[in-house]
Structure formats: structure tokens, C-alpha cells
């Protein structure tokens, strides 16, 4: 699906909040959207600006963009046309940022949102707190750091007492782990 940049960015819609300053796709989620496969591409700053990009994939049916933002070690466990055929067959109507938790650790955040749709019984939401983990690539010669939202509903083979995947250097169930139970 494309959207004319100069429209309202989806994540900026909040049907519970009539806000006047509302910026455009082009100056909000497009940039994160357009470089999401460039290595040196735009990457969110903080969890709630990845969620709020992840939002208007979904809104815009940007399945790639959601598999490229969900942990690493979970995205072959995606499932890209279910989450392509959800997308489009839901009437989303705006998102609401509830509470962002930047520092819930070194390399972890939360989101609590409400994603608005509408529904033949009228305007319903789907309330979340998410989890998000910031993992920095060692392999790159400058510091490349990314933020990843953590699907609690993907399962994944991973030993408690492992290092942990996001390479803080602690144990997995100290670390992420603690967020994927």
C-alpha cells in the first residue's frame, strides 16, 4: 500500500486525543520505512519511535518492516502473510501512546499502547505493554546500535544459562529473558 508522504503519519492519528500539531508520513515514519534494509539507514532513537513506525507499517501493510524490527533470533519464526493478512484486514483508526519506560535497563524499554480499530460494534483497542531490547552489532567497525521489539507470542530454543543474545554479556534469564516468560 502507498500513501502520499504529505498525508497524516498513521502513528500520529489518536482518536482519543484531538491533537493540533500532527506531522506527515514524510516527516515522521517514511524515512524508517524507505531505509530499513541499509545498514547506515535512519533507526529509531528510542522504543517508542520504533513502535510508533511498526504501527503505521502495520496500518500501511508493511510486513517486512515488522519481521526486520521483531528480535533477531524470533524473525524466521514470523509468520509474513499472516501478518500481511491481518494488517489489511484490519480497519485501523489510530494509536495512543500510554506510557513509554526508556531505561527499564541498559539495552531494554517498554511501550504500553493502544492501538485503535474499528469494528461493526464500533471503535475497539488492542492494549499492550511491549518489551523492546537495543542490540548493538560488535561486527560493525562503528558503534551500530538498532532497537527490537520482543514478540512474547514467538517461541524460541534459547538455554537460561546462555549469554544473552542481545550481547549484554550477562546470563539470557537475567537479561532478556526476564521479558520473554
Known amino acids: 500500500m502507498s500513501i502520499n508522504a504529505s498525508l497524516t503519519c498513521p502513528c500520529q492519528i489518536n482518536p482519543t486525543d484531538a491533537a493540533t500539531t500532527l506531522l506527515s508520513y514524510k516527516n515522521c515514519c517514511q524515512d524508517y520505512h524507505d531505509n530499513i534494509d541499509k ?24 510486513p ?8 533477531p533470533a524470533q524473525q524466521t519464526l514470523l509468520d509474513i502473510e499472516s501478518i500481511s493478512s ?10 495512543e501512546i500510554v506510557k513509554h519506560t526508556p531505561k527499564l535497563g541498559k539495552r531494554r524499554a517498554q511501550v504500553e499502547f493502544k492501538a485503535f480499530y474499528n469494528t461493526e460494534h464500533g471503535l475497539q483497542a488492542h492494549h499492550e505493554l511491549s518489551a523492546f531490547v537495543k542490540i548493538t552489532d560488535k561486527s560493525a567497525n562503528q558503534k551500530n546500535e538498532r532497537w527490537y521489539f520482543l514478540d512474547p507470542t514467538v517461541d524460541m530454543t534459547v538455554s537460561q544459562k546462555q549469554p544473552c543474545i542481545c550481547g549484554s ?12 516468560v
Do not use: N, P, Q
Open 39 to 62: 545498514t547506515d539507514g535512519i533507526k529509531a532513537d528510542s522504543a517508542e519511535r520504533l513502535m510508533r513506525s511498526r504501527y503505521s507499517a502495520f496500518v500501511l501493510i508493511k
Open 64 to 71: 517486512d518492516y515488522i519481521v526486520k524490527t521483531t528480535f
Open 86 to 95: 491481518w494488517a489489511k484486514e484490519t480497519d485501523w483508526a489510530g494509536l
Open 169 to 180: 554479556g550477562e546470563k539470557f534469564k537475567r537479561c532478556c529473558g526476564v521479558y520473554l
